[in-house]
Every structure is written in C-alpha cells, then in structure tokens.
C-alpha cells in the first residue's frame, strides 16, 4: 500500500519561505498523480499544486502560481512544496496526496502539516 507523511511545516511571517516534504512508500508508477491540497479553518479542501510522480503534467492554483514550486526527488522517494512568498490566507493544513490507479482521482492522503504566515 502507498503511504504519504509530510513534514515541514511551522510558522512563518509574510514574506518567508517553507519547503514540505512529502516522504512515500510502496510503489508509485510515474503515471500517477501527486499533488498539495490545503484546508484553512471554515473552508473547504482545496486543490494547491500538483503533477504526475514523472514529473510531467505540473498544474498550480492560481493562488500560489509564480509562489509555489512542486517538485520531487525520485532517489528518495519524496514530494516537495517550496512555498516562497508566504501570505497569511496561506495558513492552514497542507497534504500530501496521490491517485493512485489509472482513474486520476486522488484517492490517498497523508496526515497533514499546519502551515501559519503571521502578519
């Protein structure tokens, strides 16, 4: 089975960098997708950044676009987020998540990482 546990997060003031990890197990075929979603308090999950496990297909929010880079290190079988430019309508719980099988719906999902950006 594919697991995904993140780590990274913290607190951060506006204006300043984090960088997420998203470390995985079990086998992801590089047609897969993976991606970042976060949820703020009272909102609704929403989708950040995301690609294939290839690399290829990379899709951002236009909320982080020219912020936020996706990326992943096949060697160490792990998913980054360098978030740059931090706001605080950045704050919430990030996750990490993976659709795994040839559907495309993301259907695995880490713990979660709180991420706050001070004024």
């Known amino acids: 089975q594919v697991q995904l546990v993140e780590s990274g997060g913290g607190l951060a003031q506006a204006g300043g960098s984090l960088r997420l990890s998203c470390a995985t197990s079990?086998?992801?075929?590089?047609?897969?997708?993976m991606g970042w979603f976060r949820q703020a308090p009272g909102k609704e999950r929403e989708f950040v950044a995301g690609?294939?496990?290839?690399?290829?297909?990379?899709v951002y929010a236009d909320s982080v676009k020219g912020r936020f880079t996706i990326s992943r290190d096949n060697a160490k079988n792990t998913m980054y987020l360098q978030m740059n430019g931090l706001k605080p309508e950045d704050t919430a719980v990030y996750y990490c998540?993976?659709?795994?099988?040839?559907?495309?719906?993301?259907?695995?999902w880490g713990q979660g990482t709180q991420v706050t950006v001070s004024s």
């Open positions: 998540a993976a659709a795994i099988g040839p559907i495309g719906a993301y259907n695995t």
């Open positions: 079990g086998r992801i075929f590089n047609s897969y997708a």
């Open positions: 690609s294939r496990w290839s690399g290829g297909d990379i």
